[in-house]
């Protein structure tokens, strides 16, 4: 290997390894190992799971999924039947959808091609941890605006920021962590001024009160990014989609990912979800009533204050230090999504609504530490 080579090699890796990257944290089984206990007595609120999916059900549907498929065979076509039995469920056309690896893959495949070196991407504060990491892997700007107060949109912080360099604006909505859906009127304002390509992620659009989807026609500029992992409880096949105008929906279809970006099994499955649309719809009824009761449940505890939420999640405060609530959380067995600081709130988690019985330890859980 000569000198120069070695030194570009070098520097090279020096510059990748600065490149931040997604870590999940700790997992159940390392928390049970270090409790000492099987990883199925710890109670998992940290990821946004739909754990009302019935298991047994979903896996009925995978079994005859399993006797069907031929996976020798590459899925050339369950990409178009998949897109036509989600042109049925969100009542747009399947020429406005995409199908990517997740939502998350989606984001990268937009950010690679709408964001290029020096450019900027614009977004808030705090919000989904993807698109940043993304858009700094381009090498490009990602400038967020802090939320208000009442954790809605900052409109006019948002739009004294639109510059000739900026090609992207990303709003989560409902927006991970907060659980917050932002007012129709000021997504609509700003995905109307704004002059690049908006990103609307509405991965827990089931959950909320209203969808952009059937607007579509009316954003050419908006990208709509929803999945299968939160309402439809599929989250360890990983399947995403996109609905945008035709164009737009055909440049991430052809122009972005490699040749079957998305396998047949987890095509297939989606489909046959569809096909059980009810499973998703029951299941979200189940996730709504358990989140009020949750809420309210939270609320009576000195010292906790759980927010409003249009999600599977909750955005929780507690006065006591995050730090302290979680270690005491986590020698219990339960898991939750430590954040910290949030605007003015100093204590922050995100709570996955989880069934009633794992919701109920966590109150008293919560109840014993504020005592203490």
Do not use: H
């Not at 090498?139 to 949109?153: A, F």
């Not at 509405?202 to 939160?230: H, Q």
Request: net charge positive; hydrophobic share 40%; charged share 25%.
């Amino acid at each position: 290997m000569s000198t120069s080579y070695r030194k570009w090699l070098n520097d090279k890796l020096v510059k990748l390894q600065s490149i931040a990257c997604y870590t999940a944290g700790a997992s159940p089984e390392a928390i049970a190992k270090q409790m000492g206990v099987a990883t199925k007595q710890v109670i998992k609120l940290n990821f946004n799971e739909n754990l009302f999916i019935p298991r047994v059900k979903q896996a009925k549907l995978m079994k005859e999924l399993a006797d069907e498929i031929d996976l020798r065979l590459y899925p050339e076509d369950e990409d178009q039947k998949l897109r036509e039995k989600l042109s049925t469920y969100i009542g747009a056309t399947k020429d406005n959808i995409a199908i990517g690896n997740g939502s998350d893959e989606l984001i990268d495949r937009i950010v690679r091609l709408f964001v290029e070196k020096g450019e900027t991407a614009l977004s808030f504060s705090p919000t989904f941890a993807i698109p940043p990491l993304c858009v700094k892997r381009q090498e490009g700007e990602y400038i967020t605006v802090p939320l208000l107060s009442n954790l809605q949109l900052d409109v006019k912080g948002l739009l004294s920021k639109f510059s000739d360099k900026t090609r992207l604006l990303y709003i989560c909505s409902p927006n991970n962590p907060t659980s917050t859906q932002y007012k129709m009127e000021d997504v609509e304002t700003l995905a109307k001024a704004f002059p690049g390509i908006v990103i609307l992620d509405e991965a827990y659009g089931e959950f909320a009160d209203y969808s952009f989807v059937p607007r579509i026609a009316e954003f050419p500029n908006m990208i709509i990014l929803r999945t299968f992992s939160k309402a439809f409880g599929m989250a360890a096949l990983r399947l995403g989609y996109a609905v945008a105008n035709p164009e737009l929906a055909k440049i991430l279809t052809e122009k972005a990912p490699l040749p079957f970006p998305v396998s047949a099994f987890t095509l297939r499955m989606g489909s046959k979800m569809l096909d059980n649309v009810s499973l998703m719809m029951d299941s979200v009824k189940q996730v709504k009533e358990e989140r009020r009761k949750m809420i309210k449940a939270l609320n009576e505890i000195d010292g906790v204050q759980a927010f409003d939420s249009q999600a599977n999640f909750l955005l929780v405060n507690t006065e006591k230090s995050a730090d302290e609530v979680n270690e005491k959380l986590l020698k219990r067995g339960i898991m939750l999504k430590k954040w910290g600081k949030i605007l003015q709130y100093n204590n922050c988690f995100r709570v996955t609504v989880g069934l009633p019985e794992m919701n109920a330890k966590l109150i008293e859980a919560l109840k014993q530490i504020q005592e203490e």
